[in-house]
């Protein structure tokens, strides 16, 4: 009861920290509008994809993305220039880096009010509207990062992005009082559509912007987990022929997605269903089979507090077994059938007490005179009895004494 209950106040907490995040957010687009308007720059200045999407499906913003539109700016204004122009703006201390690929990631760290909220440790992503190419010839990594990247028209950006519906943005001359007046600039004329339609397309050909980055079809099933919108039909058709492609990827780009964004969920068995139809499923257990630091990652996510319905599906699909590897097949099929109608807590308990069965070994090896070669006995028989007489995990006395009638009988 105790674990059920720090599950909810876990996932109130949660909602807090959303509305939290939220807040603070829509402070600070409100104080770059003010700070772009100032510099005469606010027409070609953007908050572009997540934050759009998630405001108008009514989920909190969380994260973000301002794009600067150096092209139309003359060049000389770009993403770098405005990060300093912020940081000239905040009053407390900040740090400012730029990245390979234009993006100004501005962190303040020092203590700063804005609205009441408290902004010490914000990250301000500002990026250049940019065009890209991705040219890598065979080997890990080809795609996935582009090799050559350029200043472009935020028309031309949009176009560069996985999904449609993180295509839609506001300038931020628009925002001065809050997304709630803001206008939602939608340049492909499809991405508001799709959001309502709640289905996943892309800007470009799909075989096309999964190539140039594979991940971004784990990227797919991580937006259907998360906020329920499905896949196209040429979506689905594109992922099925690309699929092979992941293999292509550094193993740690497709784990932290993998991990994070789609096994880390509530959703996350839902997600294997799907993932197995695209054909997604068998090249990640290929990829395990073959990549020793892959499998090893995945090993330590296999641990006994995780859902153990999910653990059990994941090793039937050779995705990780370590937490149930101690069963025969027949033993795992028996475990689901008895935590399937468990809180997960339960689950895991369950789970546990047949991985580590709790009984008196010490007094079974002195009544039984067990020698150290024969003591490999006892968990197996206590295991194989939890599982005909479930109960038994309950009671370490009744266990204890259920093994020592087992073994009187050999």
């Known amino acids: 009861m105790r674990m059920r209950f720090m599950d909810i106040t876990q996932r109130v907490a949660s909602r807090f920290i959303n509305a939290e995040e939220h807040r603070r957010s829509v402070a600070l687009m409100k104080f770059l509008s003010g700070i772009a308007k100032h510099l005469g ?21 969380k994260d973000i993305d301002v794009v600067v539109d150096s092209v139309s700016l003359g060049g000389k204004k770009d993403s770098e220039w405005f990060a300093k122009q912020v940081a000239r703006s905040i009053p407390a201390p900040t740090n400012l880096t730029t990245n390979q690929y234009g993006v100004a990631i501005l962190t303040v760290s020092g203590s700063w009010n804005l609205e009441g909220e408290d902004m010490q440790g914000e990250i301000i992503e500002i990026a250049n509207a940019r065009k890209e190419s991705y040219s890598g010839v065979g080997g890990k990594g080809k795609g996935y990062k582009p090799t050559d990247v350029q200043p ?49 397309h892309t800007p470009l050909d799909p075989n096309q912007t999964f190539t140039d980055d594979p991940t971004r079809m784990l990227r797919a099933i991580k937006f259907f987990v998360k906020y329920g919108l499905k896949l196209s039909s040429n979506v689905v058709s594109a992922i099925k022929q690309n699929a092979g492609k992941l293999k292509e990827m550094p193993w740690e780009a497709v784990s932290a997605i993998l991990v994070r964004d789609i096994l880390d969920t509530p959703k996350a068995r839902e997600a294997l269903v799907v993932m197995n139809s695209l054909g997604l499923v068998e090249v990640l257990a290929d990829m395990i089979r073959t990549e020793k630091p892959f499998a090893a990652f995945m090993a330590g996510q296999m641990t006994v507090d995780k859902d153990v319905q999910l653990l059990l599906d994941l090793a039937g699909l050779g995705l990780g077994d370590k937490a149930v590897s101690f069963l025969t097949p027949a033993q795992q099929q028996r475990l689901r059938e008895i935590t399937v109608v468990m809180p997960r807590s339960d689950a895991s308990a369950f789970l546990l007490a047949l991985k580590t069965p709790p009984i008196d070994n010490m007094a079974l090896i002195a009544e039984f005179n067990l020698q150290p070669r024969d003591r490999g006995i006892l968990a197996p028989t206590a295991r194989q009895l939890v599982l005909e007489r479930p109960a038994l995990a309950d009671s370490p006395a009744a266990l204890t004494e259920a093994v020592r009638i087992e073994l009187a009988r050999r």
């Open 41 to 61: 720059v606010a027409e070609h200045v953007y908050v572009v994809g997540g934050a759009v999407r998630n405001f108008l499906i009514g989920q909190p913003i």
């Open 152 to 200: 472009a028209t935020i028309e031309e950006d949009v176009f560069r992005r996985e999904f449609t519906f993180n295509t839609l943005l506001w300038r931020l001359l628009d925002l001065t009082e809050g997304p709630e007046k803001a206008e939602v600039i939608d340049l492909t004329g499809l991405g508001r559509q799709h959001l309502e339609e709640r289905l996943m």
